[in-house]
């Protein structure tokens, strides 16, 4: 990947004032691939990497995903495997980006519906929008069902519980006026395990 041609007579990399750019990369990200990639044997044994690191490991399993490292990719889901089995443990700004890393990555089925639920527990109970979690799941258009049914319970039930339409209800917490088509009735097929069980009322 680094010897691709950069467009002029001078290739990348060849001094600080000609950098190797690699496009939609963060520091912070590059830096979290390095560290592991360069550290001692001991320092990169999965059970010795604690949950703090847990940004880090996503940052490395989806910069080696990128760019097809898979024995990194592997080390780095075995991580989050071992760190993510206890959810109610983790920080919950940790759960947008590990849903996010595993629709990408088309992983870990029964960890990302656990992670789905944990998520949508904590925007439910916080009374937050349900915009990231249906970001989330259309950048994955395999696992779009998936965050679609989760949002419209919540969003069922936010409207049991107040006086306003469903409609103003989607409205206020900021839900384009696409999600909303494909909730209300573009999509009835994406939203029918909803119904399936009656909505407990609080």
Same mark, same amino acid.
């Given at each position: ?8 007579? $001078? /290739?990348?990399?060849? $001094? ?9 990369? =963060? @520091?912070?990200? !590059?830096?979290?691939?390095? #560290? ?13 990497? /604690?949950? @703090? +690191? ?6 490395? *399993?989806?910069?080696?995903? #990128? ?14 495997? %071992?760190?993510? &089995? $206890?959810?109610? %443990?983790?920080? =919950?700004?940790?759960?947008? /980006? ?6 990408? %990555? ?6 990302? *519906?656990?992670? %789905? ?7 439910? #109970? ?8 249906? *970001? *989330? +799941?259309? @950048?994955?258009?395999? !696992? ?16 049991? #519980?107040?006086?306003? =339409?469903? &409609?103003? =209800? ?21 939203? @029918? ?6 909505? /407990?009322?609080?």
């Amino acid at each position: 990947m680094f010897e691709l041609p950069s467009g002029d007579d $001078s /290739p990348e990399g060849l $001094s600080d004032e000609l950098p190797i750019v690699l496009e939609g990369e =963060t @520091a912070e990200d !590059f830096r979290a691939v390095l #560290k592991y990639i360069y550290a001692p044997p001991i320092q990169v044994q999965i059970e010795s990497i /604690p949950a @703090a +690191a847990l940004p880090e490991m996503i940052s490395v *399993a989806r910069f080696s995903h #990128k760019y097809a490292m898979d024995h990194w990719k592997s080390w780095a889901l075995e991580v989050i495997g %071992l760190r993510v &089995t $206890s959810l109610d %443990l983790l920080p =919950t700004e940790y759960l947008q /980006p590990l849903y996010s890393l595993l629709i990408l %990555l088309e992983h870990g089925p029964s960890t990302r *519906a656990r992670i %789905l639920e944990r998520w949508c527990d904590v925007v439910e #109970k916080n009374n937050l929008s349900i915009i990231p979690v249906l *970001a *989330a +799941a259309d @950048a994955g258009e395999a !696992f779009y069902r998936e965050g679609l049914v989760a949002v419209y319970c919540i969003e069922i039930r936010r409207w049991e #519980k107040g006086a306003s =339409t469903f &409609t103003q =209800t989607l409205i206020r917490n900021g839900v384009s006026q696409i999600y909303f088509q494909r909730m209300h009735s573009g999509q009835p097929s994406h939203v @029918a395990d909803a119904r399936v069980e009656p909505i /407990p009322h609080p």
